[in-house]
């Protein structure tokens, strides 16, 4: 079976995309508009790019062909944002944060989830996530009607017990959803095994 993208509507397109690559890891961003008003939202086009510096991107589409996404709007007028990973125990309050709501109202607003200041961003990240990411927008570029913003990484807050004291992760503490077909499919991340590398 072969698929001329080419000759598809993008419709179609995400979902072969989408039902392909995976898992993809769940970027949950909290941004925030110049009155402060909140707003929080999944985002599974999203990967780490780098270490030097430490970039993240992801790539938010469009409500309709000529409004983009709140986050993507408010990261335009800051340059703020802060990533969560998502674990199982948040994993229906995340999806329940992809509701389409007006510009300006806060997906958090009915949820049961606290927020807390961020270090060194003046957006808030959600306090029960296990991971927050503060970064800053360090480009974006559109191609087409996709959108792609590229974050520095400037914070990473993680939950007590995650790390060991030399700072490798902890192996079976740590379990992030991922992102399987669209438009209602994730896989736990609670069976890993290990391949070595070769010397």
Known sequence: MTFDLEKLAPGARYRILSSLVTPRPIAWITTQDREKRL??????????????????????????????????????????????????TLGELMVATSATLPHGESELKNLPLDTIPSESISVPRIA???????????????????????????????????????GYLIEGQYHPLGRMAAPDWYTRTDEQFEIPRPD
């Open 39 to 88: 707003n929080a939202a999944p985002f599974s086009f999203f990967n780490v790019f780098g270490s030097n510096p430490p970039i993240v991107a992801f790539a938010p589409g469009n409500k309709d062909a000529l409004t983009p996404k709140d986050t993507a709007r408010n990261i335009r007028q800051t340059q703020e944002f802060v990533v969560h990973l998502v674990n199982e």
């Open 128 to 166: 029960e996530a296990p991971v927050a990411m503060e970064c800053t927008e360090h480009s974006t570029l559109e191609i087409g009607s996709n959108r792609l913003i590229i974050g520095i990484v400037h914070r990473v807050h993680v939950r007590d017990g995650l790390f060991d004291s030399h």
